[in-house]
T-cell receptor, first 114, second 114 residues
Framework: NAGVMQNPRHLVRRRGQEARLRCSPM?????VYWYRQLPEEGLKFMVY????????ESGMPKERFSAEFPKEGPSILRIQQVVRGDSAAYFC????????????FGPGTRLTVL | AQSVTQPDIHITVSEGASLELRCNYS??????LFWYVQSPGQGLQLLLK??????LVQGIKGFEAEFKRSQSSFNLRKPSVHWSDAAEYFC????????????FGSGTRLQVQP
């Protein structure tokens, strides 16, 4: 049973470009979460999605960032017009629909903005 | 708002020695508490979790943690550390919608001396 998959593992963008990060949850998981980890810091919650719905986006920056989890295919975290401060590791996690369930994390995508 | 404090940024112990990593949380209701471990360049692996019931929880790799409501603490312990335990350890509390948005501490980096 494959774990949470993220791609690409490393992504380099120039300032002003767009970054698209993909996350495929574990089989049977319908809940996806995105977290950002800045260097030497803990993870910060960004957004929680279920299929075709954003449940909690309280941690998402108000501009340039968006996330989706379509009926078919992976969840996408999209960052428009990237800036140097967006350089970080972005982790995706997934969980089952149960009332109380643990989150399984992917290996992360390390975004570098030049 | 919820928060998690890990007061020790960096800890060094000798192999075979006991270990305790501290975690204090702030949350208005009964917390869902987690300990995760992260090896360099990797994602997070769940060590153990507390939702309710017995306040002493057992996890993987010989780790345990004790929930103390009166002290708002959830300290992680291991009786005998192995060199392979060297990693970064994160404490987290579940909050937000369905308590699914995890708030992480800033982490404790563990070094193990031979």
């Amino acid at each position: 049973n494959a774990g949470v998959m993220q791609n690409p593992r490393h992504l380099v963008r120039r300032r002003g470009q767009e970054a698209r990060l993909r996350c495929s949850p574990m089989k049977g998981h319908s809940h996806v979460y995105w977290y950002r980890q800045l260097p030497e810091e803990g993870l910060k919650f960004m957004v929680y999605l279920q299929k075709e719905n954003i449940i909690d986006e309280s941690g998402m920056p108000k501009e340039r960032f968006s996330a989706e989890f379509p009926k078919e295919g992976p969840s996408i975290l999209r960052i428009q017009q990237v800036v140097r401060g967006d350089s970080a590791a972005y982790f995706c996690a997934s969980s089952s629909p149960g009332l109380v369930s643990e989150q399984f994390f992917g290996p992360g995508t390390r975004l570098t903005v030049l | 708002a919820q928060s998690v404090t890990q007061p020790d940024i960096h800890i060094t112990v000798s192999e075979g020695a006991s270990l305790e990593l501290r975690c204090n949380y702030s949350y208005g209701a009964t917390p869902y508490l987690f300990w995760y471990v992260q090896s360099p360049g990797q994602g997070l692996q769940l060590l153990l979790k507390y939702f309710s019931g017995d306040t002493l929880v057992q996890g993987i790799k010989g780790f345990e943690a004790e929930f103390k409501r009166s002290q708002s603490s959830f300290n992680l312990r291991k009786p005998s550390v192995h060199w392979s335990d060297a990693a970064e350890y994160f404490c987290a509390v579940g909050a937000g919608t369905g308590r699914r948005a995890l708030t992480f501490g800033s982490g404790t980096r563990l070094q193990v001396q031979p």
